[in-house]
């Protein structure tokens, strides 16, 4: 059974930082392109940032741009999304997802086939 496991979300204030894990199994995702989205409540799942399937490649959504880092370490077959500088707008559900690309690095969702249950961020002071 394939299976994503998000971790490390939580309440942070404005200005701080967290990092997110993603732990999949069931499937060698080391291989595959993985990426973060994020929902809040009555808006469409947005797409965050993504990240080939050796590293080497990285996209991310303008709003995050320089803010946030995804990276992975295939070893430890782990995808993290480290996340400054959070503001309120960052409130969301953040989805840790499995594309069936290798290098090309979509950003909608019928690109990705695996999803996580998602981990609450909440950014208020």
């Known amino acids: 059974q394939v299976q994503l496991v998000e971790s490390g979300g939580g309440l942070v204030q404005p200005g701080g930082s967290l990092r997110l894990s993603c732990a999949p199994s069931g499937r060698t995702f080391s291989t595959y392109v993985m990426g973060w989205f994020r929902q809040v409540p009555g808006k469409e799942r947005e797409f965050v940032a993504a990240?080939?399937?050796?590293?080497?490649?990285?996209n991310y959504v303008d709003s995050v741009k320089g803010r946030f880092t995804i990276s992975r370490d295939n070893a430890k077959n782990t995808v993290y999304l480290q996340m400054n500088s959070l503001n309120s707008e960052d409130t969301a559900v953040y989805y840790c997802?499995?594309?069936?690309?290798?290098?090309?690095?979509?950003?909608?969702?019928?690109?990705?086939?695996?999803w996580g249950q998602g981990t609450q961020v909440t950014v208020s002071s």
């Open positions: 997802a499995s594309s069936l690309y290798r290098m090309t690095l979509p950003t909608t969702r019928d690109a990705y086939d695996y």
């Open positions: 990240i080939s399937w050796n590293g080497g490649k990285t």
